[in-house]
């Protein structure tokens, strides 16, 4: 096998709550974490040596810097794997929007130097090499519907989400995730997530409950840094059943009953939006790597 064609699904958080911050300045979370439909794909093909990156998106590093290099190189020193890897990436994740783009691609690389070298190693021990790299690298390889404790690191599968249709909103802007946990005062914070009745509400495939209680901690830290974002989420809330932000954003996220009313909402965003304004419809699924 010299070549392997995979799809990295981008995630949202239905549920964000940060408990505590850590010694390391890292934040205790607990967040119901979910794949969407929208994709990156990219072909992996083994090489006689080297790491080369070829993407479509100009603002994407090549190098060691990509999650894609680091990921394979990560695999290639722990087991000392002979020859090299292309990779193509065909990007359509927005970048650093809430939507673990780069996380995501970082685990397809897990997975395709895992099948391509025939480790055999399992998604659970990919999933603690991902760990080591970014906290939302695990949950990018196991996917679905999952509670993430810890630093994000630690998962739970939890019983899949009934079908959600949503339009998602990123707007020109890139926002840090450092930034975001280091500018949160906990003591100030607003209402946390009621993350064990929307658990209740999964298990009940109660979509109603589960669409009012959508709820994101880091949501007015970022709002408040960008007050274009808070506007937009207005907006948005105005159009849909609930609005909220992705992770720890900018995207926003508009929760809509059918894949006709995102469709309809798209259009009339579109055409309020300034044109470097992202608007994709999207739907839950429940695999987050999928091989074509
Ligand atoms: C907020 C979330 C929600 O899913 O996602 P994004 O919005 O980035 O997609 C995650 O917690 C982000 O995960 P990820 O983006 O992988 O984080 P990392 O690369 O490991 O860390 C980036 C930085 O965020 C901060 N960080 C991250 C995770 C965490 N539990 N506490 C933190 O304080 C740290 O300052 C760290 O240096
Ligand atoms: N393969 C990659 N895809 C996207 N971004 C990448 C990649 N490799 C490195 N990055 C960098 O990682 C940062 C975070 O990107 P991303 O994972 O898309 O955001 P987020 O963590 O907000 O979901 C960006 O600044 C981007 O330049």
Redesign the pocket.
Known sequence: MDNIDLVAHA?I?LT?DVLAKRED???E?E?I?QTIDLHDRILFTKIDTGIEIVSNHPEIPTDKSNLIYKAAELLFKDFKLEGGLRVNLDKRIPVAA???GG?SNAAATLVAINRLWDLRLTSEQLAKIGGRL????PFCIKGGTQLATG??TDLKKLTKCPQLYLILVNPPLLVS??KV??SLNLEQADKHPSTDEVIRALEEQDRGFIIENLSNL?ESVTLKIHPEVAELKNKVAKLSNKALM????PTILGFVSAIEEAESIKSKLEKELPREYRVVVTKTIDQGIVEI
């Not at 992705?246 to 954003?249: D, K, L, R, V, Y």
């Open positions: 995630k958080n964000l300045g890292y934040h979370v967040m974490m809430g939507l673990a996380s970014g906290a939302d690298i630093i994000g995730t450092a946990y280091g880091l992705s992770g720890s954003g």
